[in-house]
């Protein structure tokens, strides 16, 4: 393995030959070991103490769909292990440049971006940069100045991430992120505007003839089967009716899992009214990426437009529409295009937005401390709430910037304060399995962990559900490894992994494949507890108890026995 | 007879770049991972809010990088395009900057990487981008 270290204090930076990573397959497998070796576990996640790793894996730039880089860092949001994943370029530009994972380590005194161009690295002054809130803005700026047009990744952060939201997100290739637990703040913390990787490599396999018949073979199951028909369609979007249907789509915080006016910002309607261009990550020929246009009116000239193209999900969906009760696209895309901007998280800006919402209901905080009149389904407050969370300009604001969990320790509301383990929730209330899927989720940001599939197949007891979750959660590490993009989970089966790792030279079966992913499942449990995660300490928020969802009214003992059951199961792992 | 690979619509690209890896493995003998040996480029407009597009040789019936190659490396094919004989080649660069639009290549050996009109992409290309076809003239 290849590993780039790069100290922002010192501004210096060295190439490591590390063969005795081999065995962690790559990914979140190494990342975790890096991470282990380098980080204080008690340093402040927004002190030079912090470590941030990105990794990729043995597949990339080899398969298709290889295109994910998996962020390990200490999360200022949660205050234990943070992990994102992201697409894009990212994967692809490091892997090209000759590296299996980036270490970045210390922090700049003053504003910098820096860019690696293969076997060099080149640290910036990034001063004027510094101030730009828009992310888009900057990442043009730098396309424009930088070399490597088509081969590179400028990954960087907006306002959010210079005024240290706990939330703000690395935004890579103008619409792909790093989005969840707070990667852009720890950017901000390090003064570093962006980082940009410039890779032209190649190497070859090690059996030619095996290598391109299974490449065929992956891209034929790839662009011939249904194994990615939901995201080549509709794309996620897709999820908005048939969610909303089964009861489980959050609206207005949670107060409802139906929200009577889904229909109109459903994929469907998008797709129909408002889907302006396709793009793709690095190597996917899915194109996933659905780009809606957004045409505006000057407003004070007549016959003056521009157009902005806003990229949705049914993550930005959920977060910015139904969860506040926001009932037109365009008012969504609005939304989502304000926080792409300043690189805020959608999801956790949208939960704590709804919190706020009901606080203000419920007389817990004023208009004064709103300084706007948050109401559900107002646009228009919401887009200047959205400016205040990263301008922070009162006590309020300040404390809703580091999340919502903060914010009901402080103004109360914590029944409804729809945090997971510090983590504002994703858009999924099917049943137990998604909830405890929020909570021991050990893998991207416990986003998109199997719960709400689990939910929709079948009523499982607390046990199994749990040992459904885990044993899923542990394939998923072999998946953040390699690292494939967890939308084409149906394409890289266990036998098509096997089968792909032997023209690069790497014999496996699947037995030790599933032990590898044991092992890594092991040791992520094992550096998020020693890095603050507290297993005692979580809660299930009482406003996700008293709402019927797809399986029905959910209760606290099962949470508790489900809950209990995983203890007992990684006892060593959360107690030693 | 000799086929050329065309763009059919660039309008559709989305950017995936399975053209540039495809190129990377185009020969069975000798296949590439990555896309140091690409001809072929896939690049955003400035950003991929306005899109994306590719860049390949549009096959010149009078190739400049050809006209300014000291060693004979690159050899005008009869229906456009040139051949390129990589043995022959010593790096100079000259033809990167004679390309007008930018479609020849630096590889990190110092030799360059070009389209040669194989056609090997078209079948990775996901969305009809690209074409193959006989030459015209």
């Not at chain 1, 659905?290 to 969906?317: C, V, W």
Request: glycine share 10%.
């Amino acid at each position: 393995m290849r590993i780039l270290t790069l100290d922002l204090s010192e501004y210096t930076y060295e190439i490591d030959e590390r063969e005795d990573l081999n065995d962690w397959i790559g990914g979140v497998g190494i990342a975790t070991q890096l991470m282990k070796e380098e980080i204080d576990p008690k340093a402040d996640p927004l002190s030079e103490g912090n470590v941030i790793v990105f990794a990729v894996g043995p597949f990339t730039p080899a398969y298709p769909f290889a295109s994910k880089t998996v962020a390990l860092f200490k999360s200022p949001l949660t205050g234990n292990l943070g992990e994102s994943h992201a697409g894009g370029r990212t994967a692809t530009s490091i892997a090209n440049a000759g590296y299996d994972a980036i270490v970045i380590k210390g922090a700049s005194n003053k504003p910098i971006y820096i860019v690696i161009h293969n076997d060099k690295v080149y640290f910036k002054d990034a001063r004027v940069l510094w101030g730009i809130e828009d992310s888009l803005i900057v990442g043009r700026i730098i396309a424009e100045k930088e070399k490597g047009r088509g081969i590179r990744t400028v990954m960087r952060i907006g306002g959010a991430g210079e005024n240290l939201v706990r939330y703000a997100c690395v935004t890579t290739e103008t619409y792909r992120h790093f989005g969840r637990l707070g990667l852009g703040a720890v950017f901000g913390s390090k003064k570093l505007k962006a980082l940009v990787v410039v890779g032209r490599g190649s190497k070859r396999p090690r059996n030619v003839k095996g290598y391109r018949e299974i490449y065929d073979k992956i891209f034929q199951i790839a662009v011939n089967s249904d194994a990615m028909q939901k995201y080549h369609l509709l794309g996620t979007a897709v999820n908005v009716n048939p969610l909303n249907e089964l009861k489980g789509l959050p609206t207005k915080n949670l107060k409802s899992a139906h929200f009577e006016d889904a229909e109109e910002i459903s994929g469907e309607e998008f797709a129909a009214h408002n889907l302006g261009r396709r793009i793709a990550c690095n190597h996917c020929p899915t194109a996933c990426i659905h780009i809606a246009a957004l045409r505006q009116p000057y407003g004070n000239e007549k016959y003056f437009f521009k157009t902005i193209m806003i990229s949705y999900d049914y993550e930005l969906i959920y977060a910015l529409g139904s969860m506040l009760g926001i009932n037109s696209r365009d008012g969504v895309l609005k939304l989502i295009h304000r926080v792409e901007s300043y690189t805020l998280d959608a999801i956790s800006t949208g939960v704590c937005l709804a919190w706020a919402t009901e606080a203000l209901e419920k007389g817990l905080i004023s208009d004064g401390e709103c300084i706007v009149s948050l109401r559900f389904g107002d646009v228009d407050a919401y887009l200047k709430a959205i400016d205040f969370i990263y301008l922070q300009p009162n006590e309020f604001y300040r404390t809703l910037a580091k999340g919502v969990e903060k914010a009901s320790e402080v103004y109360g509301g914590g029944d409804f304060a729809l945090s997971f383990g510090g983590n504002e929730m994703a858009g999924y209330h099917t049943g137990h399995g998604s909830h405890i899927g929020y909570l021991i989720g050990l893998r991207h940001s416990h986003l998109d962990n199997a719960g709400y599939s689990l939910d929709q197949k079948a009523e499982l007891s607390p046990e199994e559900l749990i040992e459904r979750l885990v044993k899923e959660e542990q394939w998923r590490q072999i998946l953040s490894s390699l690292v494939v993009c967890f939308f084409a989970r149906g394409v890289y089966t266990p036998e098509i992994v096997v089968e792909a790792f032997k023209p690069l030279g790497i014999e496996i079966d699947e037995e030790e494949l599933r032990k590898k992913g044991e092992m890594i499942y092991l040791e992520k449990l094992k550096l998020k507890k020693k890095l603050g995660f507290d297993i005692e300490s979580l809660r299930i928020p009482k406003r996700v108890m008293e709402v019927e969802s797809f399986r029905g009214r959910l209760s606290q003992k099962y949470f508790d026995d489900a809950l209990k059951y995983y203890k007992k199961l990684f006892s060593k792992a959360l107690f030693d | 007879m000799s086929k050329l690979l065309l763009i059919k619509d660039i309008e559709k690209c989305v950017g995936c770049a399975l053209c540039m890896y495809a190129c990377a493995r185009k020969n069975p003998r000798k296949p590439f991972i990555g896309y140091d040996h690409s001809g072929i480029s896939a690049v955003s407009l400035s950003g991929f809010e306005r899109g994306a597009t590719i860049i390949v040789c549009k096959a010149c019936q009078e190739p400049p990088c050809s006209q300014v190659c000291p060693t004979d490396a690159l050899i005008p094919r009869k229906n456009g395009g040139v051949i390129y004989k990589e043995r022959l080649c010593i790096g100079c660069k000259n033809c990167i900057e004679a390309c007008t639009i930018s479609a020849i290549f630096e590889r990190r050996d110092g030799k360059i990487a070009l389209c040669i009109h194989c056609g090997y992409c078209v079948d990775y290309c996901p969305h009809g981008v690209l074409d193959y076809v006989e030459a015209s003239g």
